[in-house]
T-cell receptor
Framework: DVKVTQSSRYLVKRTGEKVFLECVQD?????MFWYRQDPGLGLRLIYF???????EKGDIPEGYSVSREKKERFSLILESASTNQTSMYLC?????????????????FGPGTRLTVL | QQQVKQSPQSLIVQKGGISIINCAYE??????FPWYQQFPGKGPALLIA???DVSEKKEGRFTISFNKSAKQFSLHIMDSQPGDSATYFC???????????WGLGTSLAVNP
């Protein structure tokens, strides 16, 4: 089974702090994604990485950066946390190979990190 | 601009009933349409997916109906159970694009 783990389930930080959210996948997937989920706004893509050291902005990258130094690990960085970044953060990974339409398109999600910025 | 429009936002169904969630899209380049299911405290997980070359796909009690000319697709949950209570997301993807375009989600509650 694919497993995507996130470093924390709950996190409380203060405004202005630098925050690191870590995501690790164990299936050698090429693509990894960071989303935030807010009530009524669905899943919004922050950044994604299509390979090691490669990244691309998603729909809402402002205030965030990412790092992918190893294939299995994708980090989301809040350079200076603000209260409007209080949210659920979800990491996902995806393989770029497979024999069926779902096997190479499926995104596997971690359990999420609920971040509160005070 | 919401490229995939999902409705309703919330849905309450009695046990044994049929739950129907609808999605509409504009981009005719979309060629992969998945539905994800998310339980409270968990990340979303792929439930079922369809390509536009078929009009229906069924897996157990879950069926995707696809109408290419209307640019709509829907999820039907037959014999809905309280354990189906979750948030459901439709999504779409075009070709080799790495990103999924997501609907805003539907919160389904199945009353016992």
């Amino acid at each position: 089974d694919v497993k995507v783990t996130q470093s924390s389930r709950y996190l409380v930080k203060r405004t202005g702090e630098k925050v690191f959210l870590e995501c690790v996948q164990d299936m050698d997937h090429e693509n990894m994604f960071w989303y935030r989920q807010d009530p009524g706004l669905g899943l919004r893509l922050i950044y994604f990485s299509y390979d090691v050291k490669m990244k691309e902005k998603g729909d809402i990258p402002e205030g965030y950066s990412v790092s992918r130094e190893k294939k299995e690990r994708f980090s989301l960085i809040l350079e200076s946390a603000s209260t409007n970044q209080t949210s659920m953060y979800l990491c996902a990974s995806r393989s770029t190979s497979g024999g069926s339409i779902s096997s190479y398109n499926e995104q596997f999600f971690g359990p999420g990190t609920r971040l509160t910025v005070l | 601009q919401q490229q995939v429009k999902q409705s309703p936002q919330s849905l309450i169904v009695q046990k044994g009933g049929i739950s129907i969630i609808n999605c509409a899209y504009e981009n005719t380049a979309f060629d992969y349409f998945p539905w994800y299911q998310q339980f409270p405290g968990k990340g979303p997980a792929l439930l079922i997916a369809i390509r536009p070359d078929v009009s229906e796909k069924k897996e157990g009690r879950f069926t995707i109906s696809f109408n290419k000319s209307a640019k709509q697709f829907s999820l039907h949950i037959m014999d809905s159970q309280p354990g189906d209570s979750a948030t459901y997301f439709c999504a779409a993807k075009a070709g080799n694009n790495r990103k999924l375009i997501w609907g805003l989600g539907t919160s389904l509650a199945v009353n016992p």
